[in-house]
């Protein structure tokens, strides 16, 4: 039931993401655009009522429950982003908005650029393990929360991965702009 609520919700996210640019652009409607996005967040509240009711119902903390945190997690750190994102885009190709912020490609700015896409990962995986550890004492029952204790080590696992990959490689060897 969980993995189909998380569907559901990614879907809903989209859906409201388009629902509130369509209605700021074409539309020409700010109010209803913006009473849209701010639904946005909404979903995410769905979807954690609906892990915690399954786990409630004395449901086994399966990759559905797992996934859940990650996906709340990680849609609260970067969910701003991802709809500043959309609303460029949109507001270039639909309104005559300036075209979109690209991220800085070269030094300095792009090791900054990397640092701070790490740490909204790093606020993700914050709230997430979070999520996690508060199931895992709520349920109190190891053999029912064993999955949870995976995610847990999954996520620190792509965090530290992550933390390697791009800032610190960042950090070791910029890039440089190719002459």
Do not use: N
């Not at 769905?46 to 903390?61: F, P």
């Not at 399966?62 to 709340?72: F, I, M, P, Q």
């Not at 005559?96 to 912020?101: A, D, F, M, N, T």
């Amino acid at each position: 039931m969980v993995v189909a609520v998380i569907i559901g919700c990614e879907i809903a996210f989209w859906v409201l993401l388009g629902a509130g640019l369509v209605a700021r652009y074409p539309l020409r409607r700010p109010r209803l655009g913006a009473a849209l996005l701010v639904c946005v967040p909404l979903v995410d509240l769905a979807l954690l009522a609906a892990s915690v009711l399954d786990l409630r119902r004395g449901a086994t903390a399966g990759v559905g429950h797992g996934l859940a945190a990650a996906y709340l997690g990680f849609s609260v750190a970067f969910g701003h982003s991802m709809v500043r994102w959309a609303d460029q885009r949109f507001a270039h190709r639909f309104a005559g908005g300036p075209p979109p912020v690209r991220p800085p490609r070269y030094g300095w700015a792009r090791t900054r650029y990397e640092w701070r896409e790490w740490a909204k990962a790093l606020l993700g995986w914050i709230i997430a393990c979070g999520l996690l550890g508060a199931a895992i004492l709520w349920v109190d029952d190891a053999e029912r929360t064993r999955g949870l204790v995976g995610w847990i080590h999954k996520l620190t696992v792509a965090l530290v991965i992550w933390l390697l990959a791009f800032p610190v490689w960042e950090t070791l060897f910029p890039r440089r702009p190719k002459r």
